[in-house]
């Protein structure tokens, strides 16, 4: 047996460590192919460093693009890698747009696909990720669901309950298993934060931060907030330009929001575990904080991660200025909302996809 498994953009490097390690310790041949679509030191490399992840056995060297470019170019490499490979399954993860390429490129050589956290929907069609999810899943042959909402939603669209197994988070198997090593950091102090008196602020989403508005609502929002709690905000390179593009440079002034180059996994992770409050677009940190028991304030209409509203610290804040700041607030004022045990988010869930994997193949 021959796995073939892929990374393009930062989440990926997080889901996949455990995987390969999975892969590894049950003797299964197995090679990372990385598409290149993140590329920066911080937004990749760093990543393979923190989390000891092998050096890719194939780079594509993909790069940005429109998404009909990034997409049509990953295919274009990554099939002569799997024409070469001859791989008995490929491995995906997430929903970034290296997920579909890959995904695609192999169901049409007629090559099995798992795709590692299936099944989950925000609803929302204009995100680029949930067509990545969507298509992602309508192809492939193993879907590896991290909560049972998602078990549901593939079943409503009518796909075959032999294809779908709930098998937990496997972004909590990593978290796991660096949380002793980040803990041991000084990342918060390093920055002149006092533990669990800061704000951490994450922006990265199309729908947020490519419209002026919204990037200046949320911006104006969280300067109120530091005038009560300071901030520090990684800033993504999508958002970074876009800050400038705007020219709302103005909003960041005389606050105290930190700016900083986007974070490696150990140190924000350090700075997640002693947050008060996270606020954020990103889906992976809704699941992170909730797995930390450290309240977050989600900057956008919808999730695909309901269990973390449902059983985590997970507020949903939309974009309002207003709703921010009052939600904030009543976190200073000390109403927290606790997380609950999620089911399978236990660390074992790589384990458990190695499994069914040697099992079926
Ligand atoms: C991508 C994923 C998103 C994921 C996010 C994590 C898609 C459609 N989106 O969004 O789901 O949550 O990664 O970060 O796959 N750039 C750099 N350096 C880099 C990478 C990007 O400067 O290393 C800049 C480029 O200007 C690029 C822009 O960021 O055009 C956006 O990058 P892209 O990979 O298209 O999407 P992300 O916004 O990073």
């Given at each position: 047996m021959k796995i073939i498994s892929v990374v393009g953009a930062r989440p990926n490097f997080v889901k996949i460590m455990p995987l390969l390690e999975a892969f590894s310790k049950n003797n299964i041949t197995s090679l990372l192919v990385h598409t290149g679509q993140h590329y920066d030191y911080h937004m990749s490399e760093a990543f393979f460093k923190d989390l000891d992840i092998p050096a890719p056995d194939v780079y594509l060297g993909i790069g940005s693009g429109t998404h009909a470019q990034q997409t049509a170019k990953i295919m274009i490499a990554f099939e002569k890698i799997l024409l070469k490979e001859k791989p008995s399954l490929l491995v995906v993860v997430g929903d970034v747009n290296s997920t579909i390429a890959c995904a695609l490129t192999a169901v049409k050589l007629h090559i099995?696909?798992?795709?590692?956290?299936?099944?989950?929907?925000?609803?929302?069609?204009?995100?680029?990720?949930?067509?990545?999810?969507?298509?992602?899943?309508?192809i492939s042959?193993?879907?590896?669901?991290?909560?049972?909402?998602?078990?549901?939603?593939?079943?409503?669209?009518?796909?075959?309950?032999?294809?779908f197994f709930f098998v937990g988070n496997v972004m909590i198997d990593t978290l796991n298993k660096f949380k002793p090593k980040a803990a041991k950091l000084k990342t918060y102090k390093a920055l002149g934060l006092l533990k669990e008196n800061y704000a951490i602020l994450t922006l990265h989403r199309p729908e947020n931060v490519d419209d002026k508005s919204y990037l200046s609502d949320i911006l104006l929002s969280v300067k109120e907030i530091s005038k009560h709690l300071p901030v520090v905000f990684p800033v993504h390179p999508r958002t970074g330009k876009n800050i400038k593009k705007f020219k709302l440079e103005g909003h960041l002034k005389n606050s105290k929001i930190q700016l900083i180059k986007p974070l490696g996994y150990l140190d924000f992770l350090n700075l997640l575990m002693h947050a008060k409050i996270v606020l954020t677009d990103s889906g992976g940190i809704q699941e992170e904080t909730s797995a930390l028991d450290v309240p977050c304030l989600t900057l956008r209409e919808n999730t695909e991660r309901p269990i973390t509203v449902m059983k985590g610290t997970n507020i949903i804040v939309g974009r309002d200025k207003n709703r921010i700041i009052e939600e904030a607030d009543k976190i200073l004022k000390g109403k927290v909302k606790n997380s609950k045990p999620i089911q399978f988010w236990d660390g074992c869930s790589s384990k458990r996809i190695a499994k069914i994997i040697l099992e079926k193949l």
């Open positions: 099995p696909v798992a795709h590692v956290e299936a099944g989950l929907r925000s609803f929302d069609n204009k995100m680029p990720e949930e067509i990545n999810r969507l298509l992602t899943d309508r042959d193993y879907l590896f669901t991290p909560s049972l909402d998602a078990n549901e939603n593939l079943e409503m669209e009518g796909i075959s309950k032999e294809k």
